[in-house]
């Protein structure tokens, strides 16, 4: 099955990009009803204002990556068991290529802090689980979501671009990935 893959950046002071869209109250509250909430040290509540990290930084990078389906698998009828096991097949291989590729930029851009799409995954049990701290905590990396940014506005203000959900039992035409580098 071929996907197509469409790569955006866009460039953002960090004031502007938190005057634009960090809102840690909204959507930390929206993150409670995730099931990784407060069980994953990439996931909130955390024990730090999310501000404090976005104000350290002085610009940011965004990255999307718009990954398209091919009709083959957008008219195919899914249960909503399926629908669900599809999608997310897919979205944790593609995040997960995602997550390297942001880590090498920032690897390769001293003083950054990449932010991924989605949330860690490093080890197969996040040691949080345990009440232990972090075991990976040089891979250890925060979504933009997990800090107060919101995904989907910062989607449509700087890509011209919107989330879009599988209905009725098919995916969607298309999925979107979305993460940044944060710069000094």
């Known amino acids: 099955m071929e996907f197509v893959y469409n790569d955006m950046s866009a460039?953002?002071?960090?004031?502007?990009?938190?005057?634009?869209?960090?809102?840690v109250p909204r959507i930390i509250?929206?993150?409670?009803?995730?099931?990784?909430?407060?069980?994953?040290?990439?996931?909130?509540?955390?024990?730090?204002?999310?501000?404090?990290?976005w104000r350290d930084y002085s610009k940011l990078t965004l990255y999307a990556r718009?990954?398209?389906?091919?009709?083959?698998?957008?008219?195919k009828s899914f249960d909503a068991y399926g629908l669900t096991a599809q999608y997310f097949e897919i979205w944790n291989k593609e995040r997960r290529k995602?997550?390297?590729?942001?880590?090498?930029r920032e690897q390769s851009t001293p003083g950054s802090l990449?932010?991924?799409?989605?949330?860690?995954?490093?080890?197969?049990?996040?040691?949080?689980?345990?009440g232990v701290p972090?075991?990976?905590?040089?891979?250890?990396?925060?979504?933009?979501?997990?800090?107060?940014?919101?995904?989907?506005?910062?989607?449509?203000?700087?890509?011209?671009?919107?989330?879009?959900?599988?209905?009725?039992?098919?995916m969607p035409e298309y999925m979107l990935l979305v993460g940044g580098l944060m710069q000094k």
């Open 134 to 170: 972090c075991i990976k905590p040089d891979r250890l990396r925060y979504s933009i979501e997990s800090l107060g940014g919101d995904v989907e506005k910062t989607l449509e203000l700087y890509f011209n671009e919107r989330l879009l959900w599988g209905r009725e039992g098919h």
């Open 11 to 23: 460039q953002a002071s960090m004031a502007q990009y938190i005057n634009d869209c960090v809102d």
């Open 114 to 130: 990449m932010l991924a799409a989605g949330c860690c995954d490093e080890c197969a049990t996040c040691a949080r689980a345990n």
């Open 29 to 53: 509250k929206g993150c409670q009803g995730c099931k990784n909430y407060a069980k994953l040290w990439s996931c909130p509540p955390f024990g730090f204002d999310p501000v404090k990290i």
């Open 66 to 75: 718009k990954i398209s389906f091919p009709k083959e698998l957008t008219e």
């Open 98 to 104: 995602f997550f390297i590729e942001l880590m090498e």
